[in-house]
């Protein structure tokens, strides 16, 4: 069982996921984040065991995550000149990265 959901946990993460674009407005900026993908994610180590009255044990370690997305903002009164505009690249290498939870 658990086998199965660590190999299932695994294979979703590898495949890539678009997300929405977030539009607003917050202190005086309009901002937009587009164009957001999770491009790669992976975990190098995984183990699951059950914990006797406690719950499941879920340890992940050498994860490995990047995320890219496209951002705008600007402010939204015409007194507010402050603008901005690019490209976020987000990498998160997998030395020292772990987590671990009880469910």
Known sequence: ???RIERSFQT?????????DIVGTE??????LKNMWLDSASVMQESMAFLEGRGLRL???????KFLMDYSIQGS????PISAS??????LLPSGT?????L
């Open 59 to 65: 340890r992940l370690g050498g994860i490995a995550v």
């Open 27 to 32: 202190a005086g900026f309009d901002y937009t």
């Open 1 to 3: 069982f658990a086998t």
């Open 98 to 102: 772990s987590l671990q939870a009880v």
């Open 86 to 91: 690019g490209h976020v690249d987000i990498s």
């Open 77 to 80: 009164s015409w007194w507010n």
């Open 12 to 20: 979703g993460l590898r495949s890539s996921r678009h997300f929405e």
